[in-house]
């Protein structure tokens, strides 16, 4: 009871100091005439002013210091991967889909030790296939909210708060289940001949500001350590950090391709795809839907979300020194069409929705506008297309033959058939044999 109410009193605070300090932080801006004056980091020149001439140089020199500032700045260190991952099936159902797909989930530790961390991996499969292509992704609300099969467990852990959805108490209650199901097309996925794999984030690490004691973080401290260190992962990277704790454990499975596995990730989870996708290359495609700010949006563009807003609103996403570039975009040695870049040459596929200014549509696109030129060194065709097209294309004209994808569509911030039917066309270009 006594960890209850600190723990309500904890959030209580954190909600209250946000709050204030919300108030604290410039309007928005949507006007591309008050974008501040700014230049985009040229991938082709070294922090030391060398230039990048061959795939040899950006692969050795300038892709290392990139990840390297990407971790050191923004999203924070994370430690290594453990030297093996132990799993256990938790349910099993070889009719699922109205009988053609398998269900599985699985717990995968995380951490071992006196109170072991685990995370559990829901997988609808297409039935009677192996070593088949895969979607894998976090989710937002547990597995029970992807699907309303009653057979997937009921994700007990931390919660947001959500009274329409059936979310009370910082509990998911059974009201929540298939809450989410618009958003994950598990039967046209497997249709299609995918697996889809999904965890819920707050497995690895609960998603609100306690100064790191709950999820994976306190694992991996120091002896004597109490605090993460100004340059240590924050939450994305944990997250991310998890997704290939996953990714060893399809290893080690028979039923699906881990050498085909897309990372996909909606909005903050897709600020999370992308830092996965770019510090584990065995990721062999990445799709980031409305990731925004801190996923595929310019900084330096500050349209809708800004530096200033995230690091005030989500304290715990970023590492510390990412502080440092609040207001002070143009001091950042990055900027995220690198993150793009980092990626490459491997397929990647960013998606924005015309009514999420928030997320920057344009911005969205500029980073794989920018990102171009490197997949093109690397041999790939980037965008499409002898030369890459400088505007954005049209609403709900997805650009999906080039090696970097992108849509914007018509709608909200969401993920959409629309949106699965374009990266599985992607996939199928990419990851089908
Ligand atoms: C918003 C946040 C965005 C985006 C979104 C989400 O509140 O400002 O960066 O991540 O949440 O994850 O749904």
Redesign the pocket.
């Known amino acids: 009871m006594r960890r209850c109410l600190s723990h309500f009193f904890t959030i209580t605070l954190s909600i209250w100091t946000a709050g204030n300090l919300l108030a604290q932080v410039p309007k928005p801006i949507y006007n591309e005439a008050k974008i501040p004056p700014h230049e985009l980091p040229d991938p082709f020149v070294q922090f030391d002013g060398t230039p990048v001439k061959t795939a040899t140089d950006w692969r050795t020199k300038r892709r290392p210091e990139i990840m390297e500032a990407f971790a050191r700045e923004m999203y924070g260190r994370s430690p290594k991967a453990p030297s093996h991952v132990t799993s256990k099936l938790v349910n099993r159902d070889k009719n699922a889909l109205g009988g053609k797909a398998v269900r599985e989930e699985i717990d995968i530790t995380l951490a071992d030790g006196e109170s072991p961390l685990t995370m559990r991996i829901l997988i609808f499969r297409p039935k009677g296939k192996e070593n088949v292509p895969a979607f894998l992704t976090l989710n937002f609300g547990g597995n029970h909210s992807v699907s309303s099969d009653p057979g997937i467990s009921l994700n007990k852990n931390w919660m947001r708060n959500r009274s329409d959805r059936g979310y009370v108490d910082n509990k998911a209650t059974e009201k929540t289940r298939g809450t989410a199901a618009s958003r994950w097309p598990a039967e046209m996925i497997v249709d299609r001949g995918y697996a889809l794999a999904t965890i819920y984030y707050g497995d690895i690490d609960p998603d609100f500001d306690d100064g790191f004691k709950n999820g994976i973080h306190a694992y991996h401290y120091d002896k004597g350590q109490e605090k993460l260190r100004p340059d240590q992962w924050g939450s994305i990277a944990a997250w991310a950090w998890g997704l290939s704790r996953a990714l060893d454990f399809l290893e080690t499975t028979k039923s699906v391709d881990a050498s085909r596995v897309a990372v996909f990730g909606?909005?903050?989870?897709g600020?999370t795809s992308l830092w996965a996708g770019a510090s584990d290359d065995r990721f062999a495609l990445v799709i980031s839907n409305d990731?925004?700010?801190?996923g595929a949006a310019l900084n330096r563009r500050r349209i809708g979300?800004s530096v200033t807003?995230?690091n005030t609103?989500?304290p715990h996403w970023f590492c510390d020194n990412f502080v440092k570039y609040n207001h002070n975009e143009n001091a950042l040695p990055v900027d995220q069409h690198l993150l793009i870049a980092a990626i490459a040459p491997r397929p990647v596929y960013i998606a924005s929705a015309i009514e999420d200014q928030?997320?920057d549509p344009k911005g969205e696109f500029l980073s794989a506008r920018n990102a171009d030129p490197v997949y093109r060194l690397l041999g790939t065709d980037g965008l499409g297309g002898k030369k890459p097209q400088d505007e954005s294309p049209a609403v709900d004209h997805a650009l999906k033959t080039g090696t970097i994808g992108y849509h914007v569509r018509t709608g909200k911030?969401d993920v959409t058939d629309y949106d699965w039917t374009q990266y599985m066309d992607f996939a199928d270009r990419h990851l089908k044999k």
């Open positions: 909606h909005s903050r989870l600020k990731s925004g700010c801190g979300e807003r995230i609103s989500f928030w997320a911030h």
